[in-house]
T-cell receptor, first 111, second 115 residues
Framework: GQQLNQSPQSMFIQEGEDVSMNCTSS?????WLWYKQEPGEGPVLLIA?????ELTSNGRLTAQFGITRKDSFLNISASIPSDVGIYFC???????????FGAGTILRVKS | GAVVSQHPSRVICKSGTSVKIECRSL??????MFWYRQFPKKSLMLMAT?????????EQGVEKDKFLINHASLTLSTLTVTSAHPEDSSFYIC???????????FGEGSWLTVV
């Protein structure tokens, strides 16, 4: 089945630093979604990408849908303590509505 | 504001009893909802796809008689964990496919503890 490889698994960074995480797949996806999840809560949608090559920003967050449709990255600029959480990428393939999730990137910020 | 609402957020039940979790789409009618299970520090595991007016589609390895899903209206899907056991204790999350069919929004999740 489809699988997503998300990296890094975790990051412990200094407040103010930029963060980059990415997801790759052996399959083509039509949609890439990036979510943030805080402890005890459901994932919150950060950015949705629908076209290959698309680059979208949401405040300090920027994400891109890879040209090959098999990868996506999420960048967070000038990190702050409230950025702490688990970030998941998710992709939807050509068929069906189901999302395939990456394993998540745990982000910790040192202030 | 919230697009999807789940209830209850936390529930404790005795082993052998059944518990129902509700998932409501607040902003739009949703023909498709999804139910996930999540273990601590792990990714979301899709349990089933809930389709309004028809039977849910379960993922491999998920017992349909154990996890009953009902999607009786366009704004409500329910997950009933029947004859719950301690190993069913987990974080259960629903999600909703939006009108465009392109984006999925999640509920707040429900913590189930079976004692």
């Amino acid at each position: 089945g489809q699988q997503l490889n998300q990296s890094p698994q975790s990051m412990f960074i200094q407040e103010g630093e930029d963060v980059s995480m990415n997801c790759t797949s052996s399959s083509i996806f039509n949609t890439w979604l990036w979510y943030k999840q805080e402890p005890g809560e459901g994932p919150v949608l950060l950015i949705a990408l629908y076209k290959a090559g698309e680059l979208t920003s949401n405040g300090r967050l920027t994400a891109q849908f890879g040209i090959t449709r098999k990868d996506s990255f999420l960048n967070i600029s000038a990190s702050i303590p409230s950025d702490v959480g688990i970030y998941f990428c998710a992709g939807r393939g050509e068929y069906g509505n189901k999302l395939v999730f990456g394993a998540g990137t745990i982000l910790r910020v040192k202030s | 504001g919230a697009v999807v609402s789940q209830h209850p957020s936390r529930v404790i039940c005795k082993s052998g009893t059944s518990v129902k979790i509700e998932c409501r789409s607040l902003d739009f009618q949703a023909t498709t909802m999804f139910w996930y299970r999540q273990f601590p520090k792990k990714s979301l595991m899709l349990m089933a796809t809930s389709n309004e007016g028809s039977k849910a589609t379960y993922e491999q390895g998920v017992e349909k008689d154990k996890f009953l899903i009902n999607h009786a209206s366009l704004t409500l899907s329910t997950l009933t964990v029947t004859s719950a056991h301690p190993e069913d204790s987990s974080f259960y999350i629903c999600s909703v496919l939006d009108r465009s069919g392109n984006t999925i929004y999640f509920g707040e999740g429900s913590w189930l503890t079976v004692v």
